[in-house]
């Protein structure tokens, strides 16, 4: 009987994912995407942010799921004029749910804080939403079998300014394979979004000589939501 509940529950959570033809593996390649059939999965209809993360949240499309704590979805504003995006989440994140906590966190608190934001003004979340074991990066093929999310949150948030802390998540939103040395200190566009790449907190905290740099990013971040508004 326990059995019985568990497949029942298993095929569900496959057609919330993924429409209603069912994908087995995790390694299923693009033309296997039962979006080419198309069969839109049903999160894609979501217009609010709560109801994106309670169809998504229990994603094990890709290795990460299978071995994650918790489902790091994101946090803050849902109609934020500053979007944050991180790399991946951390031990710390995994374990409480969160992007961005812990000393990383905190560091980022007082970068916000430094140009008159707070998290209460601002969306956080990372490019990929399980925390790759022992710190890893996350491989290209998980990468692009989150993209379609990290793309609907992006656009049910819609910000002004999105601001990359890393170089995952500056390659993952501008589409590029360059160092984040040659993508930081310059307003970037992509579509309708204004791009601006910096370091992530986490990365400050082992190399602070890039502070600076950090530094001159956000205010570049401040003056560009000054012209906004």
């Not at 095929?11 to 995790?26: A, M, N, R, T």
């Not at 069969?39 to 799921?65: D, M, T, Y």
């Not at 986490?202 to 570049?220: E, G, N």
């Amino acid at each position: 009987m326990a059995l019985n509940s568990a497949i029942q529950e298993f095929i569900h959570q496959q057609i919330e994912l993924y429409g209603d033809e069912l994908v087995f593996s995790p390694q299923s390649s693009t033309k296997d995407n039962p979006q080419d059939d198309g069969v839109k999965p049903s999160w894609e209809s979501c217009e609010e942010l709560i109801s994106f993360q309670e169809k998504i949240n229990h994603c094990v499309r890709c290795a990460l799921g299978k071995s994650r704590t918790n489902f790091v979805f994101g946090s803050g504003n849902p109609h934020a004029e500053v979007m944050l995006i991180g790399d991946a989440p951390d031990t710390m994140e995994d374990e409480q749910g969160f992007p961005f906590v812990g000393p990383a966190g905190q560091l980022l608190d007082k970068i916000l804080q430094a140009i008159h934001l707070d998290r209460t003004r601002v969306y956080l979340c990372n490019v990929v939403k399980c925390h790759p074991s022992q710190n890893r990066s996350p491989l290209l093929s998980e990468l692009e079998t989150c993209r379609p999310f990290l793309n609907k949150q992006i656009a049910l948030v819609n910000p002004n300014v999105i601001l990359c802390m890393g170089e995952q998540a500056a390659n993952s939103v501008l589409h590029s394979n360059d160092p984040i040395q040659r993508l930081r200190g310059r307003l970037h566009q992509s579509g309708q979004y204004k791009i601006i790449v910096t370091y992530h907190p986490a990365f400050l905290l082992q190399h602070p000589q890039y502070k600076r740099d950090t530094w001159f990013d956000v205010q570049l971040l401040a003056k560009q939501l000054k012209t906004n508004g």
